[in-house]
């Protein structure tokens, strides 16, 4: 597993956590990074003074090792989000939700490391244009916000790759070593992985959230709000109530009405199950009915199941 | 690639080509067998009498080798159907769209091999107590009808592995070597590939889909329909016509009017962009510029692109 992403982020395997909303903090950041992987924080969920603290943490856990923070680009206060980045020596920034061309250089400029999060590969030629050094293929079975396109990670990535030489990570449905190495197959140098570290010991959200999400069944996430932002969600009383509104058609405007403000953090950190907005990923009914694990465990699991996915193929 | 997919079809090659409406005739289905891999007949869109004639040409095409029907098993006059395949020795029925339960042993009975098409590992799991001998799991990607789980293909094969024993393998967005493998690497022992086939020389659809289809761009298709029967859609004024009615609460009654009957002939057979209903997947882009091959050079392609994705992982 030598390849351009590990030396791109001088890491032991190309393995990277998503760095989710209410999910990824320092906990869970520094567990991946410690294990050889490369842990983001999540910046989507904080005010720029906490971003600051998880980074602080998260730098004197890693001792060295590399970490990053993921910055949705339409989060409202950027300027200061980035200067205190760029203040804290954060080595690697994963940009999503916005366009590569905006902060690519001034990061550069600061020696911090640029992946962008990609739903299409027109998005990734514009990423290349731009400067980018990676680019993460999302496809339609990743949890939370996703692209219009709908594309699934099987189709995504081989048009990615054929789209563009950098440096290539796969995301969406991807929990295993099977699925893993089935992305590099499809052109991916490493991946993603959102969902599952989202479910492990170190994550951030409630422990009634990864509960829930441990016992879904397959067809149990949506990709609902396509009017707004897609968004996949979990089963509960407000997707229901999406559901229904927009079975009868609700405009945009409605939609947003009842999405109203603080559901992420209600459904994902405190556990609201009803009122809640519950973003997960399609791949969790594969891990129906296990416990939450540790993130080194997860880690250690993915690598020793791809390894048996590359024997199993070459016997 | 010896395995349980060739051993219980006798084919060289464990590729399928899917038994499209108004697409797979007897010559598209003898040229995918006379090429080693297995060719289906797509009796959905065949009076009886029109099925006898091409079962009787593909027979003689394929001089003894492998070939079936696909049969949706909401087909109405579906009694008369299965006799004359029984009639007619046709060795294999791939069936869809119904309970495995009601044909199976019928089918066994006359000796036929029978395999069923499933969106989910729960099907899955009914069509092993049903008996069948083997299941194919086709994710969100693929073109045409389309399960309500909308799983993906990446996330929907190792979900039917780890839940059936049965010989397995993988439909949705499977047009080329590397996406072959992928799905090997997640438990499929073959693949059933469909936009590729249907975008031939010897489909039977009309020059202008096929055109229409071989210029797509990612994100083109579109699973609309979901109130009546999920279905993948190429772009035209129909499909714009269903988006704006679902947009604004069309009820499965209203969506049935709109549909009306004959659409997939129009469009797809007759080439009628504006009013026919285009059923493609997903993966169709990735086809994108070329012109239609002949099956026999898509199954020698897939076979050299997949060879060399084992070479790249084992190098």
Redesign the interface.
Known sequence: MINRINELFNIKYPIVAGGMVWVSGWRLASAVTNAGGLGLIGAGSMHPEVLREHVARCREAVEGKTYGVNVPLMYPEIDTLMDIIAAEHVPVVFTSAGSPKKWTAWLHDKGIKVAHVVS???FAVKCEAAGVDAVVAE???AGGHN??????????V??VR?ATSLPLMAA???A?G??M???????AEGVQVGTRFALTVESSASEAFKRLCLNL???DT??LLK?LSPTRLAPGAFRDAVERAE????TAEQLRELLGKGRAKRGIFEGDLDEGELEIG??A??LRGTEPQSAADVVAQIVAERQT??DR??K
């Open positions: 299409s590969s027109a496809g339609f079975e692209g219009r396109e709908e594309t699934t990670t099987m189709c995504l081989p048009a054929r969406g449905g991807i295993t099977e699925q190495l089935a992305a590099e197959v499809l052109g069944g397959e067809g949506k990709l009017k079975n009868d058609g609700a399609q791949v009914s594969l996915a590359v193929l070459i």
